[in-house]
């Protein structure tokens, strides 16, 4: 049974936000990817597209979520449906931002200056 005990999730970071991987390909995963992010109070955020459906949970904090056209505030227990396709960015107020993120393998980020990542928490 491919259990993860939480002293060996591994921690990547990117534009000042955390991200703290379980399940992923090279973790045992063969088809999600769920890791928990760590957003700093204050954060602008990067906005981005994805190539796969990501869900994620807010475990506390508000923030500001841009999807496409559409602007909404989210509260700790909200969850965020993010499609493939349209722009998305998650920004932060006066306290930080705890989510648990899940999406399928083979997830990349499109970035507003075109450059693609595969980000190494979904590896």
Do not use: N
Request: with cysteine.
């Amino acid at each position: 049974m491919p259990v993860i005990p939480a002293a060996d999730a591994v921690v990547h970071e990117l534009h000042g936000t955390t991200f703290v991987a379980y399940a992923a390909p090279s973790r045992g995963s063969d088809e999600l990817c769920a890791w928990r992010v760590e957003i700093p109070a204050g954060s602008a955020g990067t906005p981005h597209t994805v190539t796969r459906e990501q869900v994620l949970c807010l475990v506390s904090g508000i923030a500001r979520v841009t999807l496409g056209d559409e602007i909404r505030t989210v509260t700790a227990g909200d969850v965020i449906v993010v499609p493939a396709g349209p722009a998305f960015c998650l920004e932060t107020t006066a306290e930080p931002v705890v989510a648990w993120v899940t999406t399928s393998v083979g997830l990349q980020a499109e970035l507003p200056d075109g450059s693609t990542i595969v980000p190494p928490w979904t590896l």
